[in-house]
């Protein structure tokens, strides 16, 4: 038995683990003692790795070869990789010839590995020209993103887990942590434990596990976040909390803030958020580190989804960022904003500008040195020179019939976008969809012309960054499942991720540039990550230093330029921010309410989240019966009130509806929620829920997405998933 040294594959806390295999099959998981994000802890989900890749459950879910469709709707028959990627490079190689290349979008996954998410970006933009590649970041962190470029200057968190020992104030804003990041919470826990005159201030409409270990609770109304946060600011400025002489040598654009914060006062702060003056005043005097007779305490802040998945959520960001700025508490140990990544590769795919307004290194599509810089890298003529289509408005525009050709891969649009009566109608007009993929159970199988079957946890290598800005190398420990059913074993199994967009590329190359050098020279994930490494030269996030060598030794921090010994734990120490002047921003955006408010016909909010033990949609999680006794079945939560309203009784059948589609759920009681409130897990897909969409397209039975809205933050183009308006009645 041997042991392989990699990182679990589900949340952005990046846990190292040790993977024992017999060389043929993995036959245990454990957590790694000496990866400095968990220390040896595994959450549920991690701890089971193992068990999801057992053959029993690999031969029931696994996509073993590639398969083609020749009618949609109809059976997919198994051909070779060869004739399989010939097809889709015809297929491809027709519709750029027909319509030109912004006929054709990308859409990965912040489960790519760096390694993959860099060449599918090249081949997108540098090979084919199309600026339509997103990810599904898009759906988790691109607020955060928009809010820190809009304010300190670069897409970079600024502190680390340590900062957990640290802090004298921790602020969690809409971040269920306990779930979504439960090692993560075990260092929270530890950090009270350890100091319980640590405060912790809980920001978040329904009373989740995480709110539990508040000293205070702000149970504010759904989407007034910014509302808060403004208030909060006002209260300091009011009170002489502020920092004055931080504002004075650090930052631009006080005076604008000052003056929008003015129309915030308490009262009316805290009859829109429906929490109390005290409460709003408590949280003000603890974010600000305010303690009679010491000097400034620090104050740190997690933030995930309940900020982002907001159709102001930039705006949410940056009202939080402002107050950190206003108070000081930014580079220093303990204080500072922290997004916490949802997915274990959002960053990477960032860092190698696998979103549809960048370029490697952080660069942007839209900036002409960007894109003269990047050209060279490459050695091609020129780039996009504007964004392309963001995640929604890609499916969007194939639901509109603009974008013809569809490749995706590592990810489940047809479960996890919202409004799914518009993803389904985009999949079903598309003229060609391929799904490079995994899992044969994931939905969006069912709308491919064509199924790549790729590696996956355990048989793959490459690199991840995760939420505290920490590169963990991901190894192979043992070789992918082979199906049985090909009578070519040498053309046969899945394959990688970047392996098969290489194979794709050299193809494409003989139409798009013939007797011209290959642009896709790679052998191996390490000759991939060295051209990003060099992509980063002199960038914010330079790791010209950290060669797979050195990531033998330690996983790091960026930045990690070339003659660094250690990487970079928390940034901004000097008080300098990677802006032009070296001042961070203040942004002063109004509180905006939710897109579609609740009114007589859709009176309940709708949110959505995370379960426990459940990874996104649970293609492998919801292979382990064990990883269903937390929470069994899908249900609607719904305050208790609200069932007495309606006549129900927990456990009945209800109607949900939204004004894109509606499902069937049981309901069940909570008191996490306030009255008016719903709840339902992300995770639960067709599978699990009987519905239908609200047109004529629409496909029956789409999931707890068929209800979301599509509504965007105008900044970041990050949907509202936290934020539907619907209605119920008794099936
Ligand atoms: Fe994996 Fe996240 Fe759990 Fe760590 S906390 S074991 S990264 S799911």
């Not at 599918?120 to 600026?131: D, E, H, M, S, V």
């Not at 719904?638 to 309203?645: K, V």
């Not at 105008?714 to 949907?719: D, F, G, L, T």
Request: proline share 8%.
């Amino acid at each position: 038995m041997t042991e392989t040294r990699s990182t679990c594959p589900y949340c952005g806390v990046g846990c190292g683990v040790l993977i024992a295999s017999d060389g043929a099959q993995i036959t245990g998981v454990r957590g790694d003692p000496e990866h400095p994000a968990n220390f040896g802890r595994l959450c549920t989900k991690g701890a089971t790795l193992a068990l999801t890749v057992a053959p029993p459950i690999a031969r029931q879910t696994r996509l073993l070869q590639p398969l083609r469709r020749l009618q949609r709707q109809g059976p997919a028959q198994p051909l070779g990789w060869d004739a399989a990627l010939q097809w889709a490079c015809d297929r491809f190689a027709h519709t750029l010839r027909t319509h030109g290349p912004e006929a054709v979008g990308f859409y990965l996954s912040g489960q790519l590995l760096t390694e993959d998410y860099y060449v599918f970006n090249k081949l997108a933009k540098g090979l084919i020209g199309t600026p339509h590649l997103d990810s599904n970041s898009r759906l988790c962190m691109s607020s955060a993103v928009a809010g820190y470029k809009a304010t300190l200057g670069a897409d970079a968190p600024p502190t680390c887990y340590d900062d957990l020992q640290h802090a004298h104030c921790l602020f969690i804003a809409g971040s269920n942590t306990a779930y979504a990041h439960p090692i993560l919470f075990r260092r929270i826990e530890d950090a009270k434990r350890a100091r319980p005159a640590l405060k912790i201030i809980v920001v978040d409409p329904r009373r989740t596990d995480t709110a539990e270990i508040a000293d205070l609770h702000l149970r504010i109304e759904p989407g007034t976040d910014a509302m808060l946060l403004h208030g909060m600011l006002h209260l300091m400025l009011r009170e002489g909390w502020a920092d004055a002489a931080f504002i004075a040598a650090h930052t631009h654009g006080f005076e604008d803030l000052q003056t929008l914060v003015h129309d915030y006062p308490p009262q009316l702060v805290a009859q829109v958020c429906g929490i109390s003056v005290d409460d709003l005043t408590l949280a003000a005097r603890w974010f600000a580190g305010i303690e009679p007779g010491t000097p400034r305490q620090p104050t740190l802040s997690l933030y995930c989804q309940g900020l982002n998945q907001s159709s102001s959520g930039t705006a949410k960001n940056t009202a939080l960022i402002n107050l950190h700025l206003a108070t000081g508490q930014i580079g220093r140990p303990g204080a500072g904003p922290f997004s916490l990544t949802g997915q274990p590769n959002a960053m990477g795919g960032r860092e190698v500008g696998a979103l549809a307004h960048l370029l490697p290194g952080h660069r942007e599509l839209a900036n002409p040195t960007h894109r003269a810089e990047i050209a060279a890298l490459w050695g091609v003529p020129d780039l996009p020179q504007r964004p392309g289509k963001t995640a929604v408005e890609m499916f969007q525009a194939a639901a509109d019939g603009e974008i013809k050709a569809l490749w995706i891969a590592c990810t489940n649009p047809a479960q996890s976008l919202p409004d799914q009566t518009t993803v389904r109608r985009a999949l079903q007009r598309a003229e060609f969809v391929v799904v490079q993929e995994a899992f044969a159970t994931a939905a969006t199988c069912d709308f491919a012309d064509l199924l790549l079957p790729a590696t996956t946890w355990g048989e793959k290598e490459g690199t991840v960054t995760n939420s505290e800005r920490r590169i963990s190398r991901v190894r192979a420990a043992v070789p992918p499942p082979r199906s049985t059913d090909s009578t070519d074993p040498t053309d046969n199994g899945p394959r990688h991720d970047w392996a098969i967009a290489v194979d794709f590329a050299h193809r494409l190359e003989a139409v798009l540039r013939p007797g011209q050098a290959t642009i896709f020279p790679y052998t191996h994930p390490e000759s991939i990550w060295n051209e990003h490494r060099a992509a980063t030269r002199g960038r914010d996030l330079d790791i010209t230093g950290l060669s797979y060598a050195a990531l033998e030794l330690a996983p790091a921090q960026w930045p990690f330029p070339a003659g660094a010994t250690l990487g970079t734990a928390r940034l901004y120490a000097d008080g300098i921010f990677p802006t032009a002047d070296g001042r961070a921003r203040f942004d002063a955006q109004p509180y905006q309410p939710v897109a579609e408010p609740r009114d007589a016909r859709y009176p309940l909010a709708l949110t959505t989240g995370r379960l426990r033990d459940q990874w996104h949609g649970m293609t492998r999680t919801g292979t382990l019966g064990r990883l269903f006794g937390h929470v069994p079945e899908p249900a609607l939560e719904l305050h208790p009130q609200d069932l007495a309203r309606h006549g129900l009784q927990p456990g009945d059948l209800v109607h949900v509806a939204s004004r894109r589609g509606s499902l069937i759920a049981p309901v069940q009681p909570s008191d996490a929620l306030a009255p008016g409130q719903a709840f339902m897990a992300m995770h639960w897909g067709a599978e699990f829920l009987g519905g239908s969409g609200s047109g004529s397209n629409a496909s029956p039975g789409s999931g707890v997405n068929g209800l979301t809205s599509a509504a965007l933050c105008p900044r970041s183009k990050q949907p509202e998933f936290k934020h539907s308006a619907v209605r119920i009645t008794k099936a």
